[in-house]
């Protein structure tokens, strides 16, 4: 039976919670026919890849750590919006901490040097920050969709709670998948990293298919649906004046 794994150092997004692209294919009837090492890697691209993502982590940090204080600071800061950009900014921050930190760090060593269930933790970790990002975004999307097309129906103040709680716990239970995909594993010569395993031949497509699905392509679809309805009805009142 053959397994693919994907080793676990990446850039963002779906890389990170597939890993770094480097895969090894392993068939146990022909492991010396492969044509992939995972013990090497291109050292240029592994520098690249690190400025890339300490200029991303600075950004990242400094950017939402920024608008968390300017939410602090101003006198609407129990408004609605206010309220959605403080937990986005939350959201970001965990990217910034459990993703792109953790990814920065694993870039520089190469290899992943923790335990098993470190191994999980960072990747059930990295994928929840990212879903909190992006379903936060959509989520404030939504508010204000529904504030300016049905003012009279909008959402109040504990509602807003509510929905952003539901919005943290639908992360927390969509990343598990994550926990039983990625472990720590032999990579060859007694060297360990933590990797994911597929089962052939539906595995990998699968998952790539369905982060792709739940990351990217319904939250753009429903952001330009919200975003559409929110112009239509402003032209809507620019014509009737």
């Not at 492991?31 to 090492?37: F, I, M, R």
């Not at 910034?96 to 059930?124: E, N, S």
């Amino acid at each position: 039976m053959e397994k693919l794994y994907f080793a676990g150092s990446s850039i963002w997004t779906i890389n990170s919670s597939l890993g770094n692209g480097s895969l090894h294919l392993e068939n146990q009837t022909s492991v010396k026919n492969s044509t992939t090492d995972p013990l090497k890697r291109n050292e240029d691209m592994a520098k690249v890849e690190v400025t890339v993502l300490c200029l991303i982590l600075f950004l990242a940090l400094t950017g939402n750590l920024c608008v968390l204080l300017a939410i602090h600071t101003t006198q609407q800061k129990h408004s609605r919006m206010y309220f959605f950009m403080k937990h986005l900014s939350i959201a970001d921050l965990v990217v910034a901490i459990f993703q792109v930190l953790p990814q920065l760090i694993w870039d520089i060593t190469f290899r992943f040097y923790g335990p098993d269930f470190l191994c999980r933790l960072i990747k059930y970790l990295q994928v929840v920050g990212m879903f909190a990002s992006t379903y936060m975004l959509l989520l404030m999307s939504l508010d204000r969709c529904l504030a300016i097309c049905q003012p009279l129906r909008s959402l109040h103040r504990r509602a807003d709670r509510v929905s952003v709680l539901l919005t943290w716990l639908l992360c927390l239970l969509v990343s598990i998948p994550q926990i039983h995909i990625f472990s720590l594993r032999d990579v060859g010569n007694g060297v360990y990293d933590c990797w994911a395993d597929f089962i052939q031949p539906w595995g990998p497509k699968a998952y790539v298919t369905w982060i792709t699905l739940v990351v990217y392509i319904i939250p753009v679809l429903m952001l330009s649906v919200c975003y559409g309805l929110i112009s239509f009805k402003i032209w809507q009142n620019v014509k009737l004046k």
